[in-house]
């Protein structure tokens, strides 16, 4: 048969879950990870990181918006997808994900950016014209009250969802994790690391996604990158990565010494089917490269742009790499068989309902909303606009 | 022979009650079907499977399979010496269309069919998110395919193999153990076709069926043991090396 | 209690809140399926409507009704547990309506040799022929009638049609 190599049961050939399901957990990821670093500045205080706050909750509102149409494209029924919500089945992980995700959007962020954004809000919509206005006087619900009490309870029940919104954010990106790690049938997935894993791979990335997108937007916006919060974002994507990386290579180490049934197979596709991708791109690339790059920022003291250079490169290896990541999970599991004894290969489509081009423009899409809500929800204050000031010191 | 008018006199009224065999147990025609009576298996009696692909083909034709997918197929394995960690396994086409010649000599050899194993504690039934594949009162693992959402999870889930997704109707598939047919009281489609009874439909509720008696003089096995499914389709004289 | 004092803009939101879950659990009484939970967790009417599709193979029993001839030369040879359909195919239709609905003439040049093919992976005791050696390219019929295979010696009954 073309394209499978030794024996794979016969309906075992073609691939059931395409680069759309690699997409998916990627994008929640990010939306995982930008709220994690939103949530270092709001409970634990972390002052440095401030100036990204509110572009980590945009991006995070951004990217989670999209994250379901990489899923309704790749079903059989799109429109039966409602089911979910009707008869879920308890003991199905995939079950959660209607739930988790319409909690986690509406009563953790789009709850916590109204609440911190709710002044601005007020205030624009007693300030602009036409449409514009409609959109922030419906936003306001109705209400005006801007006073420093109420704003003072704003800033209570916003520190207690971000409380909530960590676990929140866990368990958004970690049933994904679940999914594929409570899959006995397969020895490439199932893991009780498999969660824990794609939480701190999902850190990885979100950090990374939102300190690039700080320095490219104040870059933008001609403005200077306050290098102080940079360099603690850098520091915390440093941590972050070297858990992660702990932890893959456990697992390795982990496999490699057991070395069951299934190691032969897997280890023989790693070194062929899944070299350029795993070894190479999620590896060295995305992984090691970055973390050393990261470690020359902590241990030598370099200058201002040559940090920026560093972070700009390290961080774009590093959503590779996590991209790479989630490619080698969901793709590697599908390549080989349960009998041990085949491989079989992915033919991605082009301009397919599952195909590249369809990835592509829903990576990119996410930016194109981000866009949108930074100028409806500016997260920093215009130089020259004495319509909205400078937000609350509160914080 | 030609059929004469005098024969269709005679022919016609058996005719009637040949069909009537094969229509009683629609829900209509017989009402005396009740799932909590039945705990459907099958048994494969591998000795005896001559990889003639009978079931592949008379399974697609009943179940109207779509070509390159497969609600049953034969493997062929080759086990060379001693070496049962590494047989030679083939199935062209499913075995559909029976087996070339084998390319290697010597060695062991044997055909191995293969279904849904209709599992008691199923992880295809475990992981449907909304509920549309699930095991019958009568023990038959089966889809809804008008509540399925072709999301693939439970054919990611089958430890065997077994499902795929119809290209037709983007709903999960797999073998139903001919349940619109066992429920009229007869056999499913595969053992029907079987020329050597390789395979036979079993009740494991039926005190009378034969599987109980076969089940306590042989050595019988299910495929993955260690993946707890409780697999209901028992494999006698099943080979280390089978996967 | 001063706390709610200035909270009026939390309760509209919790109103927000309050009134889409109630527009889904009205949503979810009008559309979960009747017959879901009525054995499981799926919808009870899947069993009878799989339980329902038509049937192509009749079953043995049904061509035994009318073809006793056959049955009774078969129960002498070694094709006596060789369902009818095995050959001849699904045949429900014709067994629904005999006159109209005739099964095709088999080919015993292809049909026999799924069977009896030399295989190497066939069981040993099984009868299996090379079969351009056996046949010299002959139909398996020439010889063997397929409902009572075994070839016996002139004279007596059985043996070729």
């Not at chain 1, 994507?237 to 490699?256: C, G, K, N, S, V």
Request: include cysteine; proline fraction near 6%; charge should be positive.
């Amino acid at each position: 048969m073309p394209g499978v190599e030794g024996f794979m049961y016969p309906n075992e050939v073609e691939l059931q879950w395409s680069v759309l399901i690699v997409l998916y957990p990627f994008l929640t990821g990010l939306v995982a990870g930008a709220f994690i670093l939103a949530s270092l500045e709001r409970v634990f205080q972390v002052q440095e990181v401030k100036p990204t706050y509110r572009l980590a909750l945009l991006t995070a509102l951004a990217y989670l918006l999209i994250a379901p149409l990489p899923l309704q494209l790749h079903l059989g029924h799109p429109e039966r997808s409602y089911e979910m919500y009707l008869t879920p089945h308890k003991t199905s992980a995939m079950a959660m994900f209607g739930f988790v995700y319409l909690w986690y959007l509406m009563a953790v962020l789009v709850f916590e950016i109204w609440l911190d954004y709710r002044r601005d809000i007020v205030v624009l919509s007693q300030s602009t014209t036409g449409w514009k206005r409609l959109i922030y006087r419906v936003m306001t619900l109705g209400s005006s009250n801007i006073s420093e009490h109420a704003l003072k309870v704003d800033e209570r029940v916003g520190w207690l969802i971000t409380l909530i919104g960590i676990p929140s954010a866990f368990l958004l990106h970690g049933y994904v994790g679940f999914i594929f790690g409570s899959i006995k049938a397969n020895p490439w997935w199932s893991s009780p690391l498999m969660p824990v894993v794609f939480i701190f791979s999902a850190m990885v990335s979100g950090i990374a996604a939102v300190m690039l997108l700080y320095m490219l937007l104040t870059w933008a916006r001609k403005e200077t990158i306050d290098m102080r919060c940079v360099d603690t974002v850098a520091r915390y994507l440093f941590y972050t990565f070297i858990i992660d990386f702990a932890l893959e290579m456990l697992d390795l180490i982990h496999r490699i010494y057991e070395s069951d049934e299934s190691f032969r197979s897997l280890d023989f596709m790693v070194h062929t089917k899944l070299y350029m991708s795993h070894i190479v791109v999620q590896i060295v690339l995305g992984t090691i490269t970055p973390i050393a790059l990261l470690a020359l920022t902590q241990v030598l003291r370099l200058g201002e742009m040559s940090r920026k250079r560093i972070y700009a490169v390290a961080g774009c290896l590093t959503l590779v790499g996590i991209f790479a990541m989630r490619w080698n999970v969901v793709i590697g599991g599908q390549l080989f068989s349960k009998s041990f004894l085949g491989y079989t290969t992915y033919k991605m489509g082009l301009v397919t309902r599952e195909g590249l081009l369809v990835a592509i423009v829903l990576t990119f899409l996410p930016l194109a909303i981000l866009w949108v809500l930074v100028k409806l929800l500016p997260p920093w204050p215009e130089k020259n606009s004495s319509a909205v000031p400078d937000p609350a010191p509160a914080h | 022979m030609s059929i004469t008018r005098r024969h269709m006199l005679l022919l016609l009224p058996a005719a009637a009650v040949a069909w009537k065999h094969v229509l009683a147990g629609t829900p209509g025609a017989s009402p005396n079907y009740k799932m909590s009576e039945h705990w459907w298996s099958m048994l494969i009696d591998l000795p005896k499977c001559i990889g003639c692909g009978n079931c592949v083909r008379a399974c697609q034709s009943e179940n109207d399979v779509p070509d390159g997918y497969f609600r049953t197929w034969v493997e062929r394995y080759h086990v060379t010496d001693y070496d049962i960690e590494n047989p030679h396994v083939d199935s062209p086409g499913g075995g559909k269309m029976g087996f070339p010649p084998a390319k290697e000599e010597g060695g062991k050899n044997f055909f191995v069919p293969k279904l849904c194993n209709h599992c008691a504690d199923s992880p295809c039934t475990q992981v449907c998110p909304v509920g549309a594949t699930f095991i019958g009162p009568d023990g038959v693992v089966l889809v809804d395919p008008k509540y399925c959402l072709g999301c693939r999870y439970c054919v990611q889930a089958c430890p065997y193999g077994c499902r795929f997704i119809n290209p037709k109707s983007n709903t999960a598939e797999k073998c139903t153990l001919c349940y619109h047919r066992i429920t009229k009281g007869l056999t499913t489609a595969c053992c029907e076709s079987c020329p050597t009874g390789a395979r036979q439909l079993a009740d494991l509720k039926n005190p009378n069926d034969p599987i109980h008696e076969f089940l306590k003089t042989h050595s019988v096995q299910i495929l993955k043991p260690s993946m707890a499914t409780h697999a209901k389709v028992f494999y006698n004289g099943l080979d280390g090396s089978v996967r | 209690m001063n706390v709610f004092k200035d909270a009026g803009h939390l309760f509209r939101m919790a109103a927000v809140f309050v009134v889409g879950c109630l527009a889904f659990v009205g949503m979810r009484a009008f559309l979960v399926p009747k017959s879901f939970g009525q054995y499981g967790h799926y919808r009870g009417d899947a069993i009878t409507e799989i339980a329902a599709r038509p049937v192509n193979y009749a079953g043995h029993q049904a061509c035994e009704d009318c073809h006793a001839d056959v049955l009774e030369k078969k129960k002498s040879g070694k094709h006596v547990h060789v369902n009818c359909e095995a050959c001849h195919g699904p045949l429900a239709k014709h067994a629904d309506d005999p006159g109209s609905v005739k099964p095709a003439k088999l080919d015993t040049a292809v049909l026999c040799v799924r069977c009896h093919e030399a295989n190497i992976a066939k069981p040993k005791g099984f009868p299996q022929v090379a079969s351009a050696d056996h046949s010299s390219g002959l139909p398996c019929d020439t010889c063997h009638q397929p409902h009572s295979p075994a070839i016996v010696a002139e004279g007596t009954t059985g043996g070729t049609k």
